[in-house]
Nanobody, 122 residues
Framework: QVQLVESGGGLVQAGGSLTLSCTAS????????VAWFRQAPQKEREFVAT????????SYANSVKGRFTISRDNSKNTVYLQMNSLKPEDTAVYYC???????????????WGQGTQVTVSS
């Protein structure tokens, strides 16, 4: 079963930065869209950012626009989420997923990782 692997989460103070990575050891998503979603305790999973296979189509949630940057390196089969100016409300488990098109809807994505915890202290 294909599974993506997220890494790079951790504890950071408000205003700090983290970079998350998403890869898959036995699955290539170089020709697929990849998205980041997050889920805070007792909240629904929400869209964060998505990137098309060739990095032309990129979209962000309004809550992270201007602070987060999604990018990919297809030679490394890896997608990144650079998170700057982090806020306590960014605290959540962050998941990456892949699919055919770079949409904002979680049900459009097929393979998921197990998530990485990001905690932002005030």
């Amino acid at each position: 079963q294909v599974q993506l692997v997220e890494s790079g989460g951790g504890l950071v103070q408000a205003g700090g930065s983290l970079t998350l990575s998403c890869t898959a050891s036995e699955h290539t998503f170089t020709n697929r869209a990849v998205a980041w979603f997050r889920q805070a305790p007792q909240k629904e999973r929400e869209f964060v950012a998505t990137i098309g296979w060739n990095s032309i189509w990129i979209s962000y949630a309004n809550s992270v626009k201007g602070r987060f940057t999604i990018s990919r390196d297809n030679s490394k089969n890896t997608v990144y989420l650079q998170m700057n100016s982090l806020k306590p409300e960014d605290t959540a488990v962050y998941y990456c997923s892949d699919g055919i098109l770079p949409t904002t809807r979680s049900h459009d994505y097929v393979h998921w990782g197990q998530g990485t915890q990001v905690t932002v202290s005030s």
